[in-house]
């Protein structure tokens, strides 16, 4: 019977941090430690080495292939360039969707205002097209 779990625990995993000052930020697990924390390491997004938890951390279905143990920060740094992860993660529709939703938050009450006006164009345009079809 397979397993429905497709995103394990396990070295060169990508993950996404939730909390902390670095919450929002992708990095690496280099080293597991126990069943609660594992040593993530984040050379590109500067996210500094350190223990983190794994509930305040969720996995990314991004793995670094052939990623030793316990490796160094410069190792972690040229693998990360070598698969260019940073891109990948840039490019998936998880990260697109996070960032619209980080732009929305930071819009002005002008912006809103575009933003309602263009909606209810392109409802228009919608609308117009059902009724037409």
């Not at 995993?13 to 930020?25: E, F, K, M, T």
């Not at 732009?103 to 919608?126: A, G, H, I, Q, W």
């Amino acid at each position: 019977q397979p397993s429905v779990f497709k995103r394990f625990v396990e070295v060169g995993r990508v993950v996404l941090l939730n909390s902390g000052p670095h919450a929002g930020q992708i990095a690496v697990i280099a080293e597991i430690i126990d069943h609660n924390r594992a040593i993530i390491d984040g050379p590109l997004t500067n996210v500094p080495r350190q223990s983190f938890p794994y509930r305040h951390l969720t996995l990314t279905p991004l793995v670094l292939t052939k990623l030793p143990r316990g490796a160094g920060t410069g190792v972690i740094r040229k693998q990360l360039e070598k698969e260019a992860t940073l891109d990948k993660w840039a490019n998936s529709a998880w990260a697109k969707k996070r960032a619209a939703v980080q732009k929305r938050r930071t819009l002005s009450d002008f912006e809103r205002f575009k933003v309602m006006l263009l909606k209810k164009s392109r409802r228009d345009v919608v609308r117009k097209a059902v009724k037409k079809a």
